[in-house]
Nanobody, 127 residues
């Protein structure tokens, strides 16, 4: 069983930056593809970005391209989401997710394709 713990959320003004971290338990972190999703009240959980186990492949949603960067440090069992040029519409509860395979298939944007989830960290962007 893998446990995921997010941190790094907070309140920031529009145009500011935050870096989210997700620490994973277990010894085989590099075999898990990882992703970030976000959710606002009353809406479905939305895909933000994903990264393969090796870190060689990354994908992100169009709305964050050029602003957010997903990365990972397998030696530290941690995945990151660097968020720059934040906008009020980025306000959400951000979740870290992991799956039991290291590669990203075309289902990487789907919540059901992930096996593990963190509790979430709140990001609030003020205008």
């Amino acid at each position: 069983q893998v446990q995921l713990v997010e941190s790094g959320g907070g309140l920031v003004q529009a145009g500011g930056s935050l870096r989210l971290s997700c620490a994973a338990s277990g010894r085989t972190f590099s075999t898990y593809a990882m992703a970030w999703f976000r959710q606002t009240p009353g809406k479905e959980r939305e895909f933000v970005a994903a990264i393969s186990g090796s870190g060689g492949s990354t994908y992100d949603v169009d709305s964050v391209k050029g602003r957010f960067t997903i990365s990972r440090d397998n030696a530290k069992n941690t995945v990151y989401l660097q968020m720059n040029s934040l906008k009020p519409e980025d306000t959400a509860l951000y979740y870290c997710a992991g799956r039991n395979v290291g590669y990203l298939t075309r289902e990487y944007v789907q919540t059901w394709s992930y096996d593990y989830w963190g509790q979430g960290t709140q990001v609030t962007v003020s205008s």
